[in-house]
Nanobody
Framework: QVQLVESGGGLVQPGESLRLSCAAS????????VGWYRQAPGKQREMVALSKRYGSRIYADSVKGRFTLSRDNVKNTVYLEMNSLKFEDTAVYLC?????????WGQGTQVTVSS
């Protein structure tokens, strides 16, 4: 099992940046996939960025070039650096992990982009 705790959300203006953190309760080395999804009001949950165990990264087209996923295997933490934020990035951001064919979610952190 793994517990995931997100932090770093908040209210920002368009064009600003935020960094989200997801602290895992165990080593990241044994986790097949870790990353971020988001869910806006009235919309389906969508993939934002994922990191596979052996290093590959996947990004949603809507965030490519603006968001960067990174992982600190010493701190067991996954980060999402979000730059040039847009109104449409407003959502609850959820940390995701896949371990032994089981999906785990964090409780989410709210990101609001508003002028």
């Amino acid at each position: 099992q793994v517990q995931l705790v997100e932090s770093g959300g908040g209210l920002v203006q368009p064009g600003e940046s935020l960094r989200l953190s997801c602290a895992a309760s165990r080593s990241l080395f044994g986790i097949e996939t870790v990353g971020w999804y988001r869910q806006a009001p009235g919309k389906q949950r969508e993939m934002v960025a994922l990191s596979k165990r052996y290093g590959s990264r996947i990004y949603a087209d809507s965030v490519k070039g603006r968001f960067t996923l990174s992982r600190d295997n010493v701190k067991n933490t996954v980060y999402l650096e979000m730059n040039s934020l847009k109104f449409e990035d407003t959502a609850v951001y959820l940390c995701y992990a896949e371990l032994a064919q089981t999906i785990y979610w964090g409780q989410g952190t709210q990101v609001t982009v508003s002028s």
